[in-house]
């Protein structure tokens, strides 16, 4: 039975990878990391980018005017899926164009499945300076799926023993 419950929960990760991706995404949205923290640094604190001309253009030394800017493009709501709460307007949200967002995508491995960006020449850029737990499933991600998507899978697969 253990053999068949893990094939089991690797078939339902296989065909849920849509509803895994988009939980990623807004997860992100709401600046939040696959590990469940807030992503950082904070706009305030991104003097790596904000003190950098030739990165921040006409934001240079002017994070302020960045999150201005970054709340009309992207004003914080809560998540529709996850029931995230708005993210503070400090907070990355990692969407400027929605580039970023678009590129994330998975793919179903022997264990699960595995989630990435591809296709976008600043994803390994974004990748490297938040890391790679940005393409995990936060823990508020993982309840929602094992409530509303796996357990009901495994009761659809028990019942047909």
């Given at each position: 039975?253990?053999?068949?419950?893990?094939?089991?929960?690797?078939?339902?990760?296989?065909?849920?990878?849509?509803?895994?991706?988009?939980?990623?995404?807004?997860?992100?949205?709401?600046?939040?990391?696959?590990?469940?923290?807030?992503?950082?640094?904070?706009?305030?604190?991104?003097?790596?980018?904000?003190?950098?001309?030739?990165?921040?253009?006409?934001?240079?030394?002017?994070?302020?005017?960045?999150?201005?800017?970054?709340?009309?493009?992207?004003?914080?709501?809560?998540?529709?899926?996850l029931g995230l709460?708005?993210?503070?307007?400090?907070?990355?949200?990692?969407?400027?164009?929605?580039?970023?967002?678009?590129?994330?995508?998975?793919?179903?491995?022997?264990?699960?499945?595995?989630?990435?960006?591809?296709?976008?020449?600043?994803?390994?850029?974004?990748?490297?300076?938040?890391?790679?737990?940005?393409?995990?499933?936060?823990?508020?991600?993982?309840?929602?799926?094992?409530?509303?998507?796996?357990?009901?899978?495994?009761?659809?697969?028990?019942?047909?023993?």
């Amino acid at each position: 039975m253990a053999g068949g419950l893990e094939s089991q929960v690797a078939k339902c990760m296989d065909a849920n990878q849509r509803k895994m991706l988009d939980a990623v995404r807004e997860q992100l949205y709401s600046g939040i990391s696959g590990d469940g923290e807030s992503l950082s640094p904070l706009y305030s604190n991104d003097r790596a980018f904000f003190d950098d001309p030739r990165r921040a253009g006409r934001f240079y030394r002017r994070p302020d005017l960045y999150i201005d800017w970054k709340m009309q493009i992207t004003p914080p709501r809560a998540g529709s899926m996850l029931g995230l709460p708005p993210r503070d307007p400090e907070q990355p949200n990692l969407w400027i164009d929605g580039t970023f967002h678009r590129s994330i995508t998975t793919m179903a491995t022997r264990r699960g499945v595995q989630v990435y960006s591809e296709g976008f020449d600043k994803g390994p850029q974004i990748e490297a300076k938040y890391g790679s737990k940005i393409f995990g499933l936060s823990p508020q991600a993982v309840a929602w799926f094992n409530g509303h998507v796996l357990m009901p899978w495994l009761i659809d697969w028990r019942d047909t023993l």
